[in-house]
């Protein structure tokens, strides 16, 4: 390799000069140096569908453990695909069932508390929190292929669909049509869910950048904190507004700051929240004491409901629980709606709901998994979800999906397996079975403290950092869609996190870059002018590179921006009373495929560039683009001899005919 | 440069060798050939962001003649970019007139036959088809920028507004309020294009695909052509079908074939059809007889009109124009609905057929500038239609655009200026003035046979059997649109279009290529070894190249990938008992830019590979890519001495690695 560098260090000159080009051309021994560009061997049209469909739908290759298998292996595996538990669990032992039981003890005080504050996010009675926290991890125990994920409500979705609902059906004037809604919109985000995992369209929810859901999640929790100042401060509901947006929330705040807050509720709430994040911070110090932030809300819970029994506070007007329904899951199959206005109403919220709910858990699945080196397999992972979802809405559940903070406290507790997905879905058991009672004294306060507390960590400031670092575009969306949630509503930010994201994707397919090359000296290596200053511009030659595929949609623009830079060039050219350009290269490296738009338009640039006497010369089109330009015949038009495999080729061959006419 | 070449032929072999590479290493003088990836120059954030608004919506520079200039130059300028008259008016000369006079009258002579059918293809009296051929050009004419275009009504833009209106009122039932919302949607259409136009958002006309507009023309022709059996067959209007879709319209035909034909009719219509396509077929045969086609539309209405006043065939049944509104365009600004529910329809209306009319100016424009190489201003072409359309709407004319045939009948006729506009509309001003009478006795059967003539230009069988050689995606999108159209309806053949053309560019998006890369042997380069077989591969290393930006919609889709990539090569390395892959060269020249999920997956990337001892090696990054990897510190998780300019230069980095441990 060294060799190429050394030996033509003779052209190592700041301001390249077309001679000594021309001169080391004569060097070579005769011999063809010129590299043909290769035209990949045709493939058949049959074939070449079937590797896009596969590239779409099945880029994991799903079916490849499958080939060379007996028929009876086959059907193993098949079981095994759709039942994941089936394969791990012939390896499960003692050591691992022992990370489990810990973890999912773990996770379960910490879930218990949650899900009765999260349910109440979603305008629900306690016991469906709980509900939630029983079947569905069940099922994904089963089905899933996450080892970390922990199942149940979270925080953002009962947000979602509490306001979702709320704007169909008001849950103080028509609470039973609304929890009827509530079952209708949990089952078709299963429906969705599972069918997106069946059709194979799981990219559908990489739409959503990163940089948007980091914005839409920090919104949500200022929003959920906010919401909670309610039950923190003590102020009645029907003083409080149903609106989600700080500005309301404020006016309602110091609008009953009068007459409306409770200095008992609020000293109960802040001295627990100081507990709360006190324990935080120990756990965050050393991770040794992970367990410490895991307990500490079941045992502000248990302190408080104890302290609020002894004292009868909520005779001061300390708002309590009061009831929670005793017993498991009951059937709710017959309440979904599935004729009238309410079904297509629950379908729109479900798939609203279901797909944030998935994108949650894909992520969570992704991160833990990455973080242990083991593959999620995404579609699977959205069947499972969407199975579990719908079995939930025919169990008095509402929309369940991966918690961020219990799925970190189980990886940290040591989980091995989805067991500790089973061991909490028993202790929700146990707790519905003989424990509700115990919650009537626990004060709401408490429930406020635990959500605020868990839902701070959703705030993300080192990563809005980095993605104000990385992308200003991406932080846009990120601001956007976090403004949008606080300002407006959540749907809003949802709404804006979305569109900023297609028209990223749009802005990124019409007005893709270009760069100007020039050569890096002491090399045969072209490289863009404006990342590299050092590399020198050819005389007489002009080298474009295009930094996309050229498709209907920017292939005008391509063919105009070209022009243009191509008039600047000669403008500062004729200014500098230098050499007319008249090569001009376009570098085709990065355009990976063309279409019959941009077929025209390089068409349309060749005939332009004739009518001034300039020549087009291609350097390195891909298969897609070669094999396009052959069917086209416009490789023919440009002239075969005129298509090099390297700039640096197609310069030495521009160069002689330079000399010849100067 | 074919030193470079000549003095490695000792790597000329087919299997490379890992030694060779590291010995040609040390044949280096001790100097450092590697080279570092240049950090571009850190930019602004403010410039950075103009840049960016720059190259979205003012791509095309439009005030770079204005830049030091004095004040009152400036005014001048202005005017002149509003106003291009102002500009070409001042070398406008008698021989240019002559040109100009000739084409204006030969398209006179056709579009007034085609105004009176298209009108009725638009469900709008004869009259209303020649006001827009009377109006429109002469506002194009003063701020048109195309030199070759000729305005008026078309077919399928007056087909489609036919459908949209016809599915809100029944022209038949409600004449007065269908014409009303025609100038309504007028109306909308040319706010549409001038807003576009003037908040240069033109881009997004370019999403509609040039394989959508293929087939969506042929399908509209067909059905326009299928739509003219009525008149051509004598059907009465009562016996036909309002739908356009090819089994209505060809079950009204045959249903009626008993006793609804009328033969006068059939023979009329045959014999001067006939007499349209010989016409056609000398024009096409000898250039020089343009005009045969061009004239012979008026003059088979004069002898026609003549042969009915004669014969009184008009009462064997052949249907006749009857009445024509003498006079030029009375005034209809009190007409346009500015409030109402009809406001909102008809505005919908008129951006749907506005942006279709825009597509096609446009498209024509683009056509004919291209041929005589000057520039077209998409921009301030969208605004001369936007307010040709607007005055339209207040003068009682519908939408007008660039019509196809006469646009290319103009430019064989050799028109110099927009000055043929103005030639037309005072031979149109003239029929409305004093000729409409003469149109009495002119039998629908010949408007239906003008029609079908004109419209059986707009099926391009070639440009779809080229389309189907370049691109299949393409072909599909094509074919969508022009069953759609000729099978439903005109809206949903549009809507099928729009959708695939946006699925083409959202699959482009989400599944890039990614090839693996081998060197090309005597050389240092590294291309996909599908396209080049001879091609490489270099043990222990594998090279991949990403073929797009990485962006959230990719990223893990690019990560998987490559995880995939390797897996497989690992699985054939073993089969042959080869060394195992240490490093993995990401080659990132195509790559132009990354985005925060981006980074994510390298860096996920890098972890994956460091569990499993491997390197990850970066070739080429880009401006963007490097200046992101820096802000994100990726580059120094990954190591700066791992990022390369060539991936030459990778390779040799990573071989002699491979031979000590060897």
């Known amino acids: 390799m060294a060799s190429v560098h050394s030996s033509n260090e003779d052209l190592d000159t700041k301001e390249m000069d077309a001679r000594s080009l021309s001169s080391s051309r004569h060097n070579s021994q005769g011999e063809p140096y010129i590299h043909k560009v290769g035209v990949p061997p045709k493939q058949k049209l049959f074939k070449e569908f079937m590797n896009t469909v596969k590239e779409t739908f099945f880029s994991d290759d799903p079916l490849r453990p499958f080939k060379h298998q007996p028929k009876s292996r086959k059907l193993v595996l098949g079981m095994q695909a759709i039942f994941p538990i089936l394969e791990w669990g012939r390896d499960y032992n003692l050591s691992k069932f022992r990370g489990d039981l810990i973890s999912g003890l773990t996770i379960a005080s910490l879930c218990i508390p949650q899900d009765i504050g999260y349910s109440k996010l979603a305008n629900l009675a306690p016991q469906y929190g709980l509900y939630s926290s029983f079947v569905p991890p069940l099922i994904y125990a089963v089905m899933g292929s996450s080892r970390d994920i922990a199942i149940g409500p979270v925080a953002v979705v009962s947000l979602l669909l509490g306001t979702l609902l709320q704007n169909e059906i008001d849950h103080t004037t028509n609470p039973e049509d609304y929890l009827r809604l509530a079952f209708t919109a949990t089952f078709f985000a299963g429906i969705t869910q599972a069918t997106l995992g069946i059709l194979r369209m799981g990219f559908l929810i990489d739409f959503l950048s990163h940089a948007a859901i980091v914005g839409f999640m920090g919104g949500a929790a200022i929003t959920i904190a906010l919401q909670q100042l309610k039950g923190f401060l003590g102020i009645a509901t029907k003083n409080f507004t149903k609106k989600t947006d700080v500005i309301s929330v404020m006016h309602s705040v110091f609008g009953s700051a009068h007459n409306g807050w409770n200095w008992q509720t609020i000293v109960i709430g802040a001295s627990f929240l100081t507990f709360l994040m006190v324990a ?100 699977k992972e959205m069947v499972a979800m969407g199975t579990m979802n719908i079995v939930g809405s025919m169990t008095s559940c509402y929309v369940a999906t991966g918690s961020f903070s219990r799925s970190a406290v189980n990886y940290m507790a040591g989980c091995q397996t989805a067991v500790s997905n089973i061991v909490m879905s028993i202790v929700v058991f146990l707790t519905l079975e003989f424990i509700t009672p115990l919650f009537k004294y626990t004060p709401n306060a408490i429930l406020a403290a635990i959500i605020i507390s868990a839902v701070i960590n959703l705030i993300d400031f080192q990563a809005a950092i980095l993605i104000w670092k990385i992308d200003k575009f991406d932080f846009v969306a990120c601001m956007g869609a976090f403004f949008g949630v606080i300002f407006v509503s959540v749907e809003i930010g949802l709404l804006i996190a979305v569109s900023i994201s297609f028209a990223k994707i749009l802005l990124q397919v019409t007005r893709p870059r270009t760069a100007i090359l020039g050569k890096i000296p002491s090399t045969t290596v072209y490289r863009n002018i404006q990342q590299y200053p050092e590399a ?45 350009i008249q090569f001009l290269i376009v570098e085709m490296s990065p355009v990976t495929d063309i279409d019959t738009s941009g077929i025209h338009a390089l068409e349309e640039l060749h005939r332009s560039l004739q009518k001034r006497d300039m020549q087009l010369v291609l350097a390195n089109p891909g298969p897609a683009v070669i094999d396009k330009l052959h069917a086209s015949h416009v490789a023919n038009l440009i002239g075969e001899d005129r298509i090099f495999l390297t700039v640096a080729e197609a310069v030495s061959s521009c160069s002689p005919k330079l000399v010849e006419e100067a």
Chains 1, 2 share one sequence.
């Open 536 to 580: 020198t511009k050819v005389p007489g030659v002009m080298i474009v590179r295009v930094d996309s595929a050229i498709y209907f949609s920017n292939s005008n623009y391509i063919k105009e921006r070209i022009l243009r830079l191509l008039a600047d060039e000669e403008e500062q050219l004729k200014a500098a009373y230098r050499p007319n």
């Open 280 to 379: 935080k911070y120990i756990g965050k110090k050393n991770k040794k004491f992970f367990w410490v932030p895991a307990i500490a809300p079941l045992v502000s819970v248990i302190l408080s409901t104890f302290f609020v029994y002894i004292t009868h506070a909520e005779k001061q007007g300390v708002e309590i629980v009061r009831h929670i329904e005793k017993g498991i899951n009951p059937p709710s199959i017959n309440q979904i709606f599935f004729t009238g206005d309410y079904l297509a109403k629950g379908f729109k919220i479900g798939v609203v709901a279901g797909m944030i709910a998935l994108t949650e858990a894909i992520a969570i699945g992704r991160t833990f998994a990455a973080m242990k080196d083991y593959q999620i397999d995404g579609n």
